[in-house]
């Protein structure tokens, strides 16, 4: 009897360690929890504010390296409108302007491996917002531009988390081109306009224009 006695006795200790060590577990998933959600927060924080930093950036892909010389932000203030073709009441003022990346060989003459290699893209910042938004808007309407054996393209410049967020939909932009509908396009900060008879609509996810697609697959 001592015997089954000391064995009960063994079996509701274990019981309630077992049942201290699941309330400490409980405990320590919601402060996980609570840590997880307090740094997605900061992270939003933080990658809101690198954004409205980059708020007056346009990336330029595509311009041949060397092209704007010594002196970026004159060269582009000028070139600018005659590339896009623009008519401004205002002249364009550039802050600042720099390629992104390592300096090239400032030799004249490039090594093989750097010759075959896509420009640099160079990144510009404008004074006066609404001068950015409408170079942006100029060059979208416009696409991709030819220029000295390059293609030019203009993108606004984003945080690395947004611009993973957009490229989220390449996949099922080029799906969309496939089956006709070109009239899309990403809206900040990592969302989908897209107009189809004469019908626009905004996706928040790729998977929402999967399921679009899907549905005009079955039509």
């Known amino acids: 009897m001592s015997a089954i006695k000391e064995v009960k006795e063994r079996v509701k200790e274990a019981e309630e360690r077992i049942s201290g060590t699941e309330d400490e577990i409980v405990q320590l998933r919601a402060r996980a929890n609570s840590l997880e959600s307090q740094v997605k927060k900061l992270t939003d924080k933080v990658d809101d504010m690198e954004n409205r930093n980059r708020r ?17 932000c004159t060269f582009l203030e000028a070139w600018i409108p005659k590339i896009l073709e623009m008519d401004l009441s205002t002249s364009l003022v550039i802050e600042r302007a720099h390629r992104l990346g390592p300096q090239r060989n400032k030799d004249a003459r490039m090594t ?6 896509p420009p640099r893209t160079l990144i510009m910042k404008f004074l006066n917002f609404k001068q950015k938004e409408q ?5 979208r309407s416009k696409g991709a531009i030819p220029y000295k054996e390059h293609t030019l393209r203009f993108y606004p410049d984003v ?40 019908k626009s609509r905004v996706f928040d996810t790729s998977a929402a224009v999967e399921s679009f697609i899907e549905e005009l697959d079955t039509e």
């Not at 093989?112 to 290699?117: K, L």
């Not at 170079?135 to 060059?139: G, I, P, S």
């Open 56 to 72: 007056n950036n346009v990336r330029l892909v595509g311009l041949p390296e060397k092209e704007e010389g010594n002196d970026a």
């Open 112 to 117: 093989r491996r750097e010759a075959s290699t």
């Open 135 to 139: 170079v942006l808007r100029v060059a």
């Open 159 to 198: 945080s690395a988390e947004v611009h993973k967020n957009q490229r989220a939909y390449d996949g099922v932009r080029q799906k969309l081109r496939e089956r006709g509908i070109g009239k899309h396009r990403i809206i900040y900060p990592a969302r989908l306009l897209l107009t189809h008879q004469e």
